[in-house]
């Protein structure tokens, strides 16, 4: 692979853009690159950079693109929804199209309002929560990540993990005694703690992927709405990764746990920008104009945006029974021949699946069931498997705190040839073990 146009770009994008990048985990640090690759175009499965390599995709945008990359029925709406205008700053038919659509497929969410981010949605939902509770506090999951607002950004995954820590700085200390941190899984954590504070809300990823993908079960996810339900505390479930992608209804219909406010991203815009909050309706009057929490924001609702959304997630609603089954045998079919080839590499490995998401982690552990575990995973082997696949015209996340992500257009051969280099790659990686 030849890297120049990307290492020039990147020259020129450092100097202006911090770190080069406008999200850190796209430096590609934590893997030993001295520079990412630019990306110029995407389609299908595959991600174009601007040296003209041609990449397998197992990123998709960090989780949007379950129809892959610029799919012809999201970009013909996106096409017609562009003649009409960029943004009005006033409704559109088209919000309240997406909003029933998405209400159908979560039936805990009597409302629902978009925002531009994953990171509004969360934001906001905490805030709406506090007003509606009259408490201050939260609580959230170590390694769990909801986007980068003030009081979530405590004990966090995702890219704080990626660069080697958890909290970030520039947030007062008023903020952070407000927000509790529980270990994923830990039942009786959680219930010393709202037994014993008055806690707003608890948010969780209900299938955490921002520390890597951890299992969940249905048995964790009742105790945490039974102990929310008799401690008045509301349930919120950060779907921003699981919405649309464990299953149409997301991780509360995969295991049959209600929430009371649900949060919803990228996904619902079909990669455009889209984020959503939602919950039963005696929480969302709490919002304004109705009730007296704030929200607001000039692309809220953006009409190119929810117009890619509403394809989307019509497509997902046509076609759940085929499409949520085949993504799962792609995902079925990739790891148990990467399980095979750990095997026959020594190389000790422990994946974990569901749905279309996976991650590969490099331990000798049986399970991989919290942050801990993920921590002590082998960083070296991650970075010599990221780096052989990107050099063989694959790309995976690059940090081992990320899921990799399959679309209905990664194809047999796609996958096959995806297996061929994480051959070449385990091969490295069992030398370096002596073996
Ligand atoms: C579970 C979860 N919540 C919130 C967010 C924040 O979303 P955004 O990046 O759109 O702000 C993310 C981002 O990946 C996420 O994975």
């Not at 174009?48 to 970009?75: A, F, M, Q, T």
């Not at 076609?319 to 148990?336: M, R």
């Amino acid at each position: 692979m030849r890297y120049s146009n990307s290492e020039k770009i990147y020259e020129r994008a450092v100097k202006i853009i911090p770190g080069g990048v406008n999200s850190p985990v796209r430096a590609f640090k934590s893997v030993d690159k001295t520079y990412p690759i630019f990306v110029n175009r995407g389609k299908g499965s595959k991600v174009y950079d601007e040296d003209g390599n041609e990449y397998i995709d197992y990123i998709c945008s960090w989780g949007p693109l379950i129809l892959g990359h610029n799919n012809e029925i999201v970009l013909n709406g996106v096409r017609e929804a562009i003649e009409l205008g960029s943004s009005f700053g006033l409704p559109t038919k088209m919000e309240v199209e997406l909003a029933e659509l998405v209400c159908k497929c979560y039936p805990s969410m009597d409302m629902i309002r978009f925002t531009t981010s994953g990171t509004e949605a969360t934001m906001a939902a905490v805030r709406v929560a506090r007003a509606f509770t009259n408490r201050n506090k939260i609580l959230k999951f170590e390694g769990c990540y909801h986007g980068h607002s003030d009081s979530l950004l405590v004990s966090s995954g995702s890219g704080l993990l990626t660069d080697g820590y958890q909290d970030s700085n520039g947030i007062t200390e008023g903020v952070l005694k407000d927000t509790l941190v529980a270990k994923f899984g830990d039942v009786e954590g959680v219930r010393a703690i709202l037994e014993s504070e008055e806690v707003a809300a608890l948010i969780m990823e209900p299938v955490p992927a921002n520390m890597g993908l951890i299992d969940s079960s249905k048995e964790f996810l009742t105790a945490m709405r039974d102990i929310c339900t008799e401690t008045g505390t509301l349930l919120i479930f950060d779907e921003v990764i699981s919405g649309f992608r464990v299953a149409l209804g997301g991780a509360q219909e995969y295991y049959g746990i209600t929430p009371d406010i649900t949060t919803l991203g990228k996904i619902i815009g079909g990669g455009y920008p889209v984020g959503a909050f939602g919950g039963k309706k005696e929480i969302m009057d709490m919002i304004a104009p109705v009730g007296r929490v704030y929200h607001a924001g000039t692309l809220s609702g953006n009409p190119v945006a929810v117009r890619a959304g509403f394809e989307m997630v019509s497509y997902l609603m046509k076609n759940k029974e085929i499409l949520y089954k085949e993504l799962e045998e792609k995902v079925v079919y990739i790891t148990d021949k990467i399980e095979e080839l750990g095997e026959k590499y020594e190389v000790p490995i422990k994946i974990n699946r569901l749905g279309s998401l996976f991650t590969i982690f490099f331990t000798n552990l049986e399970e991989v069931t919290a942050l801990n575990h993920v921590i002590d995973s082998n960083t070296e082997h991650y970075s010599v498997y990221f780096n052989t696949l990107l050099d063989n015209g694959v790309i995976a996340p690059p940090s081992k705190y990320e899921a990799h992500f399959v679309s209905i257009e990664h194809s047999k051969e796609d996958l096959d040839k995806t297996l061929e280099v994480i051959e070449l790659a385990f091969k490295k990686i069992g030398e370096l073990n002596g073996k």
